[in-house]
Nanobody, 124 residues
Framework: QVQLVESGGRLVQAGGSLRLSCAAS????????MGWFRQAPGKEREFVAA????????YYVDPVKGRFTISRDNAKNTLFLQMDSLKPEDTAVYYC?????????????????WGQGTQVTVSS
C-alpha cells in the first residue's frame, strides 16, 4: 500500500501564491504517475495536473496553465504543486493521487492511491 499526506493548504488572497506538498510513504516504488485533483463545493472532483515518474512529462488542465507548476522529488517521495496568481475559482479541496500507470492520465479512475485532501481558499 501507499499512503499520501497533503499539506500547505490555507486561506490566501486573490493574486497570491501557495505551495502544496504531498508526502508519499509505503510501497512508493510502485508509483509512476502522480497528480493533483480538486473538488469545489457542489462540484465533481476534477483533474488539475499530473507528472510522470521522471518528471519529464507534465500535463495541466487549461484553467491553471501558466499559473500552476507540478513537480516531484523522488528522493524524498514528495509531490509539489506551486500555485501562483490564485483566483477565487481555485478554491477547493486539493487531493494528491498516485498511480501505477506509466502514461499520464487525467481520469481519476486511473489513480490507485489518494490523500485526504487539503483545503485551499482564495478570497476576492
Amino acid at each position: 500500500q501507499v499512503q499520501l499526506v497533503e499539506s500547505g493548504g490555507r486561506l490566501v488572497q486573490a493574486g497570491g501564491s501557495l505551495r502544496l506538498s504531498c508526502a508519499a510513504s509505503g510501497r512508493t516504488f510502485i508509483i509512476y504517475t502522480m497528480g493533483w485533483f480538486r473538488q469545489a463545493p457542489g462540484k465533481e472532483r476534477e483533474f488539475v495536473a499530473a507528472i510522470n515518474w521522471r518528471g519529464s512529462s507534465r500535463y495541466y488542465v487549461d484553467p491553471v496553465k501558466g499559473r500552476f507548476t507540478i513537480s516531484r522529488d523522488n528522493a524524498k517521495n514528495t509531490l509539489f504543486l506551486q500555485m501562483d496568481s490564485l483566483k477565487p475559482e481555485d478554491t477547493a479541496v486539493y487531493y494528491c493521487a498516485a498511480g501505477r500507470s506509466i502514461v499520464i492520465d487525467t481520469s481519476a479512475a486511473r489513480y490507485d492511491y489518494w490523500g485526504q485532501g487539503t483545503q485551499v481558499t482564495v478570497s476576492s
